[in-house]
């Protein structure tokens, strides 16, 4: 996937989480792995991790990519990361929590189709069956979400969350070709975590 020279060291986000999560007692943590089932069925490869940190806190930190080349041209290249502190209104991993959460990622987008209906897409990229975006995004937002125990070892867990996005992309006149049209910045305040996720907590 290109991106633009640019983009931001998104590389640090996954390391300093990942230093984070492992720092303090890590020896009586409860570790869940999952999977976001919407992200899974657009071929969109994910997986979160989630570890306790306290009786009622957890951190989450949840991964995207998607390298793909679609049939009509279509592109759809992205990688992100999700990282959320979680607090746990019961025990943790079970019930009803809220969560703050950070984002950020790289992208490089073209075509139409049912994307160009999500609401964040058709306020960014206006003319997405026209025009090829790449840049990046960052941001932070606020959720809540349901786990519901469905075994010993496995949840299903439901989360929304609104927040904020800043989005910096160039625009190029076609997928192919490397004519840079202009420079965007973008705003965007709305939906920005959606997850129906299978948990495996061990």
């Known amino acids: 996937m290109k991106f633009s020279d640019s983009s931001p060291r998104l590389y640090l986000i996954p390391v300093l989480c990942l230093f984070f999560l492992f720092h303090g007692e890590a020896g009586a943590q409860n570790v869940a792995l ?16 989630e570890v306790g940190l306290a009786p009622r806190w957890t951190l989450d930190i949840s991964g995207n990519y998607m390298p793909w080349k679609f ?13 959320e502190a979680r607090y746990w209104f019961c025990d943790r991993f079970s019930g009803h929590f809220i969560g703050i959460h950070a984002h950020s990622g790289l992208f490089n987008v073209t075509g139409s189709g049912v994307l160009a209906d999500v609401p964040l897409i058709n306020k960014v990229f206006d003319d997405l069956d026209q025009r090829r975006y790449q840049g990046w995004f960052a941001g932070a937002g606020l959720s809540y979400g349901y786990a519901f125990i ?40 709305g939906l920005t975590k959606a997850a129906l996720n299978i948990v495996y907590v061990f």
Not at 35 to 49: E, M, Q, R
Not at 176 to 187: A, I, S, V
């Open 34 to 49: 999952k999977t976001n089932l919407p992200y899974a069925a657009a071929a969109s490869a994910n997986l979160g991790l």
């Open 71 to 83: 049939y009509n041209g279509l592109l759809r290249k992205h990688a992100f990361v999700q990282p």
């Open 150 to 189: 469905l075994g010993k070892h496995w949840n299903l867990e439901i989360e929304g969350g609104v927040g904020y996005s800043y989005i910096d992309n160039d625009v190029y006149e076609c997928e192919e070709c490397g004519t840079l049209l202009e420079n965007r910045h973008n705003h965007y305040v």
